[in-house]
């Protein structure tokens, strides 16, 4: 008998140590219980919005969920068909060259597929926000976005992969050992280089002017303390009218990023509220709270795919015979590879949005102690609401599934609870850019990049999480 264990052992060792450590990871870095004393019910959308503005955002909402939806939908089922199908594998099988020149073909293949298939639903949404007044910019200049997106996805997820079979080719026992850290280890460095590799892409970013604003934000980052080298603006006014702010990378390569629509058209202490908020993201180190719970998922997700992808399918083609060929991964499970990390990802969402919502809600509550300023807070959030038409009153499962930010009516209700205390007035506010719902989320995807491509990580998270986005 052969000492050495097996590969499907060694494939549910790796997964088991990966749900160990994402585990403890959570416990010890996420905040279950953000809030001193619980977080407060959500207000009524009544008391905060009119009811043409409700109307108006339920209707943005409405067909932006019916269009991301139905790309989803449609994405998911081309993903499928090649995946699990006989002929998309042999398909796979067909390509020509070297091993990794195949993986690369097949992985460029079958995003462009995806991207062709899925590219009216995203012409449609782009026309609504542009029929709201949401976006900017011409068609042409999407399209170079949207080419240069997919240029991104290709190469990171071709890198995973490549990786991913070598590491079979090499270690066919072992390889969803290494293959996992490996994984993992593509994860962290995915995250600390994206704001200095991917960003600039999409964006040009220069330092926030000398003057009172940023003489207040870096007094700001000192009470939070938070070490501030500089503050970046980014020209995202050329794409999209709607205000936002985000906090990526970490260590050397951590920014602070406003939009230039946020400078130009927000006051000064809404302004503030926003980066109060960025700043205590990079106070609690939740960019790299994320990429440690990711790099643990690639190592769940390495460990799983050594379990669910088929003997007959794991070295050679389709017709090997599985005593013939040792294990491995061959280029017929590219796919189904594929396919699976795409299944995962929509999967995983809740777990993923759960957290995230409870590192946004820290967020909130630290920046409200911090500038004790909570009529600016809620001015901000009516501010960007009307900006965003943001709905009020998502579904309840969608907010569940999807939702990576507190609800419009959430954050309202954690800025008036702040006022109870000190006799503030009440203000009417709204939600931040991005609430989390597929109607917000999708539609904004083409416009804010940084987010697009957090979503279309499609092979074992190998890009950076962007938690912090305002």
């Known amino acids: 008998m052969d000492p050495r264990p097996s590969a499907d052992r060694v494939a549910l060792g790796t997964a088991l140590i990966g749900v160990a450590a994402f585990v403890l990871i959570a416990a010890n870095r996420v905040p279950w219980e953000p809030v001193p004393g619980g ?4 207000v009524s959308a009544s008391s905060v919005f009119s009811a043409d503005e409700i109307t108006r955002a339920e209707h943005f909402a409405t067909w932006g969920r019916i269009w991301s939806w139905s790309s989803l939908a449609v994405s998911l089922a081309v993903a499928a068909w ?35 298939v899925t590219l009216p639903f995203g012409i449609v949404l782009r026309q609504l926000r542009l029929d709201e007044g ?13 080419a240069k997106g997919e240029l991104v996805t290709i190469i990171s997820t071709s890198i ?17 050992a290494i293959g996992g850290v490996l994984a993992a280890a593509l994860v962290a460095a995915g995250s600390f280089v994206y704001p200095l590799v991917v960003e600039p892409l999409f964006n040009q970013f220069d330092s926030l002017p000398h003057g009172a604003l940023r003489t207040e ?32 990378g970490f260590g050397h390569t951590r920014r602070v990023v406003l939009y230039d629509n946020l400078v130009d058209d927000t006051p000064k202490d809404e302004t503030l509220s926003v980066v109060a908020h960025e700043l205590a993201h990079a106070k609690y180190d939740d960019v790299v709270t994320g990429t440690l719970l990711a790099a643990a998922g690639a190592l769940v997700g390495v460990g799983l795919l050594g379990l669910l ?18 294990p491995g991964i061959g280029m017929s499970a590219v796919p189904t590879i594929l396919a699976l990390a795409a299944l995962a990802t929509v ?27 909570p009529a600016a807070f809620v001015d901000l959030q009516r501010r960007l609401a009307l900006r965003s038409h943001a709905d009020p009153t998502p579904p309840a ?3 569940f599934w999807f939702g990576s930010h507190p609800t419009v009516l959430d954050r309202v209700a954690l800025a008036r609870a702040a006022t109870s205390g000190n006799g503030v007035a009440h203000t009417r506010g709204g939600v931040l850019e991005q609430t989390g719902d597929p109607a917000s989320e999708q539609a904004d995807g083409d416009d804010d990049r940084h987010r697009q491509e957090r979503k279309d990580q499609r092979v074992l998270n190998s890009r950076r999480t962007a938690l912090g986005a305002y």
């Open 134 to 146: 949401l976006a900017a910019g011409t068609w042409a200049a999407w399209t170079l976005d949207l």
């Open 397 to 399: 499962w969608s907010q």
């Open 217 to 248: 934000i870096l007094a700001l980052a000192d009470k939070e303390g938070v070490a501030v080298d500089d503050v970046l603006v980014a020209d995202a006014s050329r794409r999209t009218t709607t205000l936002n702010a985000y906090v990526s």
């Open 309 to 326: 992808l088929p003997r007959r399918r794991l070295a050679g083609g389709v017709a090997d015979p599985p005593d013939v060929v040792p």
């Open 160 to 176: 995973a992969l490549i990786a991913l079979v070598g590491c079979a080719r090499r270690w066919p026992r072992m390889w969803p």
């Open 39 to 42: 977080v407060p019910a959500p």
């Open 82 to 116: 090649f995946g699990f199908s006989r002929r998309g594998r042999l398909w796979a099988e067909r390509m020509p060259g070297w091993w990794w020149v195949r993986v690369l073909l097949v992985v460029a293949a079958l995003t462009l597929v995806g991207r062709l």
């Open 347 to 373: 999967l995983a969402a809740p777990v993923q949005n759960g957290i995230s919502r409870k590192l946004e809600t820290r967020a909130d509550q630290t920046a409200l102690e911090v500038t004790n300023a």
